[in-house]
């Protein structure tokens, strides 16, 4: 399977056009802003614990800043919204195009193509997630930091990001327009944020099985620093499914051709 060429022509693309600049600029000035926003509160209610003795017993960097920066922040703010924009032109650009025919009639595979191009997309957002560990140092220097709760939450992030981009990589494979792709994707990864919203109101079983598809569902015990085998498998099998479904696409686009 020749995907290493098809990866280093997508990194090439990105980095090569404003998308993965204006991506990553946008990305900072978010996260940087919040950072700033919950360490500087957290700085103030430090202060004051100095006179409360309790209220210095319960405070910790990872619920006062960690917690709320990585899962509120980066989650519903920046990848509900950015994941849509990494990936809308993986394969949408290329039918508009025309390329994707040729590059189809190419003695490469199906899932070398789909591989090359997601993983792509998965080293642009692990640059990411890689950056925000300046802000874990500026923590450190301040304040004491369990390793423990913040790999576990940095795994979250990373399975999380990684099913977000196979979603945004299958909705690119069924359309030409790269803004329709990237609705497609925000469309799909906000269903599955508010899934467990009507969950109540449904009972159960049905109920039930919109919890269990529910993001947040999976991601809290992450970001409280728990490893829980369930919300591992829940993540690695959207990634999975969504592939399938990606690689489906493109095998009927090749039949079609």
């Known amino acids: 399977m020749r995907v290493w060429p098809i990866f280093k022509k997508e990194m090439r693309l990105y980095f090569t056009s404003p998308i993965a600049y204006a991506i990553f600029l946008v990305f900072s000035l978010v996260i940087g802003l919040f950072f700033w926003i ?9 202060m004051q614990s100095m006179m409360n003795p309790m209220m210095a017993r319960d ?24 994941m ?33 191009k997601y993983l792509a997309a998965l080293a642009v957002y692990a640059v990411m997630l890689l ?19 913040v790999l ?7 399975l999380m990001g990684a099913a977000f981009l196979a979603i945004g990589t299958f909705a690119s494979s069924l359309v030409e ?5 990237a609705l497609i994707t925000g469309t799909i990864l906000l269903a599955l944020w508010i899934a467990s919203w009507p969950a109540d109101m449904i009972g159960k079983p049905w109920g039930s099985v919109l919890s ?16 829980d ?23 009927a686009r090749r039949w079609k051709s």
């Open 59 to 82: 405070m910790n960097v990872a619920d006062y800043v960690l917690r709320p920066l990585f899962f509120n922040t980066l989650s519903v703010i920046l990848f509900l919204f950015l």
């Open 229 to 251: 085998t369930k919300d591992v498998i829940y993540f690695v099998n959207v990634t999975l499914l969504a592939l399938f479904l990606g690689l489906k696409s493109l095998e």
């Open 38 to 46: 919950q360490f500087s509160s957290f700085a103030r209610a430090s």
């Open 131 to 149: 950056s925000t560990f300046i802000y874990l140092g500026i923590m450190a220097y301040f304040a004491r930091v369990d390793p423990g709760p």
């Open 152 to 158: 576990t939450l940095y795994l979250g992030l990373l």
């Open 84 to 116: 849509p924009l990494v990936t809308m032109r993986l394969f949408a650009e290329e039918r508009k195009s025309g390329t994707l025919e040729l590059l189809l009639t190419l003695p490469v595979r199906d899932g070398a193509v789909l591989a090359g």
């Open 177 to 181: 327009n790269q803004i329709v792709a």
């Open 212 to 227: 269990h598809l529910s993001v947040p569902e999976h991601m809290d015990s992450f970001a409280k620093g728990v490893l």
